[in-house]
């Protein structure tokens, strides 16, 4: 199925060190496509909610305090196993362990300021998808190189 969708944020800090476009060319060149983007600052209330599962967790305060700080490019990406794959480009968590190549092994060295957010799974991905957009902000295309990228 290469219709599967993933929610995929730079976090406050990714949008001030200037690393949208960097972000958004490896999901572009890994031939994933853009299907949703926005750049916003949607208040304590909705990053509490974003981060719901977290919410027992020591971090959490901090986390949604970071997150809150400045505009989030917020953005929907839609290709084969983008879900899993997509993690695999954003890195660990912790970029002091990710690879070298992803996004967090790149460009961040603190968990706290780790520069991006990947859904976690197809169905995370589902929620998170309409908790940060309306149905009609989501575009339905077929990309000129669709061919090129899937066989
Ligand atoms: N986080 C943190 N300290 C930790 C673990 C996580 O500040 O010890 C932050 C970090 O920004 C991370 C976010 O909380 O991206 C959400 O944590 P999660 O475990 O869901 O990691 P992710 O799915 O973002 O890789
Ligand atoms: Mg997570």
Not at 9 to 26: C, E, N, T
Not at 74 to 101: C, F, I, Q
Request: charge should be positive.
């Amino acid at each position: 199925m290469s219709n599967e969708r993933t929610f995929i944020a730079i976090k406050p800090d990714g949008v001030q060190r200037g690393l949208i476009g960097p972000i958004i060319s490896r999901f572009e060149a890994k031939g994933f496509q853009l299907v949703a983007m926005k750049l916003v600052q949607p208040g304590k209330a909705h990053l509490e909610k974003h981060y719901a599962d977290l919410a027992t967790k020591p971090f959490f305060a901090g986390l949604v305090q970071y997150m809150c700080s400045g505009p989030i490019c917020a953005m929907v990406w839609e290709g084969k196993e983008v879900v899993k794959t997509g993690r695999v480009l954003l890195g660990a968590t912790n970029p002091l362990a990710s690879a070298p190549g992803t996004i967090r092994g790149d460009f961040a060295i603190d968990v706290g300021r780790n520069v991006c957010h990947g859904s976690d799974s197809v169905e995370s991905a589902k929620k998170e998808i309409a908790l940060w957009f309306k149905p009609e902000e989501l575009m339905s295309y077929t990309p000129a190189a669709r061919s090129w990228i899937y066989e």
